[in-house]
């Protein structure tokens, strides 16, 4: 099985939780023999070989010819990258015109219609430089694929949704679209008009959608209109390390952590509202709030206003090593997000020990058994909750013990299977409804 | 009779270092000992050496009519003893020439009289024991960090019988309409108040090397006709009182060498030393030399020298900068109940005013001033810092 891999993120290049989920699906993919190349949006032409779990680690970048790259480091598009809208079309256009003749199939796919390839020309070539840099990952990635055998697509989120349907309507394979996060998510409620299009397009041309939850098939039943057995749910899993979890007492007082970007769709306003009431209750208590994000300021001076000294802190951005630093001094995790597809935070803070709370609103909430689930608006119950474990310390590290103990279960086997057999059916039978 | 009085800030304080969340409960040091070093070296270089020389020039060269006075802020004279003594001793060599007076401080250039009124005696004491101590003297003349004067802070200095004269912020709001030039009582008539003529001081401070600034150049002739012209308002022979206050790092830092700075200050004090009716004083010798009872002023809310809302908000404009004060003031007062005596003087250096000059996040051009004058990137991180610090000095005050 041979599967062109397109997303937007990968380890080192990490934004969110989109390229830790790509990792641990490909890694898992790769011990079950599936052959991966993945296109990232590197400025360079190079695609990456994962053909064993090692490469998932470490993989190579090659050349469209082949040829490995010397080890380099890569440039990834910068954000105002920009190049004249005429040389994009000239680029893609004579792929477009010399689609291969067709070639006799055991499966018809539906086909990519001309209109959609047109659209999608036209949204992109809007002078948005994100949307610009998108339209050039799709002309790299045909460009690169030509030379490259594959038997299927699988593209992750919105971002490489329109590459995907250039390659499928070229190269008549099929195409997974793989849903991550919805814009409704990110911008809780509707967002960008033009991301919203893509995604519809690449959901409804795709042949099949792999959602990471029923929360977020939901939202593409709901939003989207596909038809329901189109969407298969394949939880994301989770890489436990080998090396053994210390936990680290850094402080006296219990800390709380919040760990994510900082923007609406994380909650961490609602993190900063618990935090002020388990605080006026007068517990000794510290609320950290991890990560960074354009809600930076407004955060600091709402959590400074509240007069609560050292009690919230922040810690700005953090690098992978610090995350895991973090979660192993935190003893509660929170995760407040009002929209959250999966949350991979979830099971990390299982994993270093954590008792955790997440809404539930929530992909996570779906499988995990040892977590409070609270609806993302009810403060008083977090807050009920996270006063309940200070002043229970045997039931928090209980609790804790059994969320090590249940982590453990969630790795990326079991998904990768289900999504090797995803792959199969749609070979096999042209869709992957069951 | 026209006098001028020459006041000169001269302060550092001990930055923190970039101490992040992580750093909390290691071994790092909270004060960026290379940073202050850098900077405390590059501004003897360019300000304190050439510009004490310059005025110890000019004092020797007058036969005692030139006379300047000076703060030095206790954070400052431990910088230099610890990073350049040869400024230290440039300083007093200056002292010794007779034409300079010192006046008292918080020791700390803290906001502690607007947080904590014990603290902020005790900073008063600290940098009395250290006036004794490095120039065997006891001033009689106080100003606040700043210039920060409010009414209360009057009754506050009673404590210090040796106070007589304060120095304020001519701002407009207060003065409403009045001259600067004539000294005012305080409200409860204890001490003697000189206010700062801002637009001639500015002139020097902040417009000298300005371009765009409708007088540039600004040539000595041009500033002493400005000096003189003042005179013209007053008809009864009342002597007037220029007060001419600035930080010490207008001369060669703020403003550089390059821009004539130096010539200018020289050759100003020439033609002002040849006017008969102009005359050089020092603060404490305006009591003396007054020929009428002056008025009454009241000043019910905070007035400084800062930005240009002259108030409190360059230090206190956001809860950041709020959080952060009211935070150190509670950690020193408990480090004080515990006799934690390693932790006081670390806790006291953060209550030096910088540290929330850093933090301020106000727009317009004083944003620039912020900016240009804050050794970290944004505001945020500034807060970060100190925040982490306090932590760690909290978690130690645990102990």
Known sequence: ?434 | MLFIIFYFQVHQPFRVSKYSFFDIGSSKSYFDEELNRYVFNKVADRCYLPANEMFKELILRSEGLFKISYSLTGTFLEQAKLYRPEVYKSFLDLWQTGGVELITETYYHSLASIFDLDEFLEQISEHFELMKREFGIEPSVFRNTELIYFDKLSDVLLNFPQIKTILIEGADRILMGDSPLYPRLSYNHAHLLLLKHYKLSDDIAFRFSDRSWSEYPLTAEKYVKWVKDLTLIEREGRNLYLCLFMDYETFGEHQWKESGIFEFMKKTIELLLQEKEIKFLFPSEVHQTLNYTPKGLSVPTPTSWADTERDLSAWLSNSLQWNAMKTVYELLRKAKSKGRSELIPILKKLTTSDHFYYMCIKYFQDGDVHKYFSPYDLPENAYKYYINILTDLEEKLEE
């Not at chain 1, 011990?31 to 779990?53: A, D, H, S, W, Y």
């Not at chain 1, 998932?56 to 598009?77: M, Q, V, W, Y």
């Open chain 1, 1 to 434: 099985m041979r599967v062109l891999m397109l997303t937007w993120e990968y380890p080192p290049f990490i934004v969110g939780g989109l390229g830790m989920a790509c990792y641990g699906l490909f890694k898992a993919l790769s011990e079950l023999g599936v052959r991966i190349k993945m296109l990232l949006p590197t400025e360079e032409e190079v695609f990456f070989e994962i053909n064993n779990p090692y490469e998932a680690d470490f993989p190579l970048a090659k050349r469209k010819d082949g040829e490995s790259l010397s080890p380099t480091p890569l440039k990834f598009f910068n954000f105002l990258y920009k190049i004249p809208e005429e040389s994009v079309y000239a680029e893609l256009k004579p792929f477009l015109e010399s689609v291969p003749p067709e070639i006799h199939k055991k499966v018809e796919f539906k086909e990519v219609p001309e209109e959609v390839i047109q659209r999608l020309t036209k949204i992109l070539s809007q002078n948005n430089s994100l949307l610009y840099k998108v339209f050039l990952y799709a002309q790299k990635v045909v460009k690169i694929s030509q030379k490259t055998s594959f038997d299927l697509i699988h593209a992750h989120d919105w971002l490489t949704y329109p590459a995907g349907l250039f390659l499928k309507k070229i190269f008549k394979k099929p195409l997974i679209a793989h849903l991550h996060a919805t814009e409704f998510d990110r911008a809780l409620g509707f967002g960008h008009p033009v991301i919203h299009e893509i995604e519809y397009l690449g959901l409804t041309y795709s042949d099949c959608v792999i959602a990471v939850s029923n929360y977020t098939k939901g939202i593409a039943l709901e939003h989207y209109h596909l038809p329901s057995e189109k969407i298969q749910v394949v939880h994301n899993g989770f890489i436990a390390k080998e090396k053994i979890v210390k936990k680290i007492k850094k402080f006296k007082e219990p800390v709380i952590l919040f760990l994510g970007r900082l923007t609406p769709q994380k909650g961490p306003t609602i993190f900063l509202e618990i935090a002020k009431k388990v605080l006026s209750t007068g517990i000794k208590a510290r609320f950290v709030i991890a990560g960074a994000g354009e809600m930076e300021r407004e955060l600091m001076l709402e959590a400074a206003s509240m007069g609560i000294g050292t009690h919230i802190m922040f810690t700005g951005f953090l690098s992978r090593e610090e995350v895991e630093k973090a979660l192993s001094l935190a003893d509660i995790v929170v995760m407040p997000s009002p929209s959250e597809p999966f949350g991979i935070v979830a099971l990390e803070a299982m994993y270093f020990e954590n008792a955790l709370i997440i809404s539930k609103q929530s992909g996570a909430s779906e499988i995990i058994e040892n977590a409070y689930k609270v609806d993302f608006w009810d403060v008083d119950k977090m807050v009920e909750i996270i006063l309940d474990l200070i002043h229970h310390p045997e039931k928090m590290k209980s609790l804790q013990k059994k969320a090590k103990a249940e982590v453990q279960k969630f790795t990326w086997d079991g998904p990768a299977k289900k999504v090797l057999s995803l792959y199969q059916r749609l070979l096999k039978e042209g869709s992957c409804s069951s």
